[in-house]
């Protein structure tokens, strides 16, 4: 089946650190990548859509200048949170789709538990 | 507001007994998904229901998607303690998921 990676796992920094997540399909083009947020005890919320070659789209409330997403090649997608506060720790996931079709299924990746001291 | 009303939000159960989890919304959805979730990793899709009054099963669980396309629910029948876990809601609109805040499940042998 479809694998989608993402990496690293875990990761805790410092405050005002950046830190980048790769999101990569590993067996299929992904035209289309999301990234979502997980706190504790909730839902996953989409914070941004990203298609391949073209800007990624951010949902309401989501700092474009903050979260930055980049989805260079149909493989891989990165998101890289700029100088990472203590109320950006939380789980964050990303999936691909094969097919620009919103019927295409969603595979998941695993996530990154970010945590900020 | 929360799209995707999920209830209950835990449930505690014996081995053996039977479950239904529900998922409820006022808005409608081309499509519904369920998901399983461990902790510490992403979503695990379960099943997709298109047609309104879709019944699918997969093993002993069964998903039911509303005539109107507004919920949903989940049945397991005889849960076993490899069935803990979290279940969540998910249904397509706009071209973008929307999920519920799920509802986990702990089978106790």
């Known amino acids: 089946g479809a694998v989608v990676s993402q990496h690293p796992s875990w990761v805790i920094c410092k405050s005002g650190t950046s830190v980048k997540i790769e999101c990569r399909s590993l067996?299929?083009?992904?035209?289309?990548m999301f990234w979502y947020r997980q706190f504790p005890k909730q839902s996953l919320m989409l914070m941004a859509t990203?298609?391949?070659?073209?800007?990624?789209?951010?949902e309401q409330g989501v700092e474009k200048d903050k979260f930055l997403i980049n989805h260079a090649s149909l493989t891989l997608s990165t998101l890289t949170v700029t100088s990472a506060h203590p109320e950006d720790s939380s789980f964050y996931i990303c999936?691909?789709?094969?097919?620009?079709?919103?019927?295409?299924?969603?595979?998941f990746g695993d996530g990154t538990r970010l945590s900020i001291l | 507001t929360q799209l995707l009303e999920q209830s209950p939000q835990f449930l505690s159960i014996q081995e053996g007994e039977n479950l239904t989890v529900y998922c409820n919304s006022s808005?409608?959805?081309?499509?519904l998904q369920w998901y399983r979730q461990e902790p510490g990793e992403g979503p695990v899709l379960l099943v997709t229901?298109?047609?309104?009054?879709e019944v699918k099963k997969l093993k002993r669980l069964t998903f039911q998607f509303g005539d109107a396309r507004k919920d949903s629910s989940l049945h397991i029948t005889a849960a076993q303690p490899g069935d803990t876990g979290l279940y969540l809601c998910?249904?397509?609109?706009?071209?973008?998921?929307?999920f519920g805040k799920g509802t986990k499940l702990t089978v106790n042998p």
């Open positions: 998910a249904g397509l609109r706009s071209e973008k998921l929307v």
């Open positions: 999936s691909a789709r094969t097919m620009a079709h919103s019927n295409q299924p969603q595979h």
């Open positions: 808005s409608v959805f081309s499509s």
């Open positions: 229901v298109v047609t309104g009054g």
């Open positions: 067996d299929f083009q992904a035209t289309t």
């Open positions: 990203s298609n391949e070659g073209s800007k990624a789209t951010y």
